[in-house]
Nanobody
């Protein structure tokens, strides 16, 4: 059984940093394209950053470029999201996601979300950024 478990969320002041982790169990990590999505209160879920399974290519939504970094460590079965210079508008529940058979680019994965064909979702980790 495949499971994705996020951790590392919490309360941080504006300008601070956090590192989210997503541990994948039940299947080798290098089988998947991976991504981070978030959903703020009253808003739709959006793709934050995605990373391919083959060449490590990445995608970031414009609002996090230069501040967030996605990283996968296949040997540790873990994906990370390093978040710097956090802003109150980054407040959301952050979810990790995995796709076994990518149909196109990681940009498409992040932009399309579930419509892309996400196979597995974590339960989420809350990030709250205070002003």
């Amino acid at each position: 059984q495949v499971q994705l478990v996020e951790s590392g969320g919490g309360l941080v002041q504006s300008g601070g940093s956090l590192r989210l982790s997503c541990v994948v169990s039940g299947f080798p990590l290098d089988y998947y394209a991976l991504g981070w999505f978030r959903q703020a209160p009253g808003k739709e879920r959006e793709g934050v950053s995605c990373v391919s399974r083959i060449d490590g290519s990445t995608y970031y939504v414009d609002s996090v470029k230069g501040r967030f970094t996605i990283f996968r460590d296949n040997t540790k079965h873990t994906m990370y999201l390093h978040m710097n210079s956090l802003k109150p508008e980054d407040t959301a529940v952050y979810y990790c996601a995995a796709v076994v058979t990518p149909i196109s680019t990681v940009q498409d994965m992040c932009v399309m979300g579930q419509a892309y064909g996400i196979d597995y979702w974590g339960k989420g980790s809350l990030v709250t950024v205070s002003s």
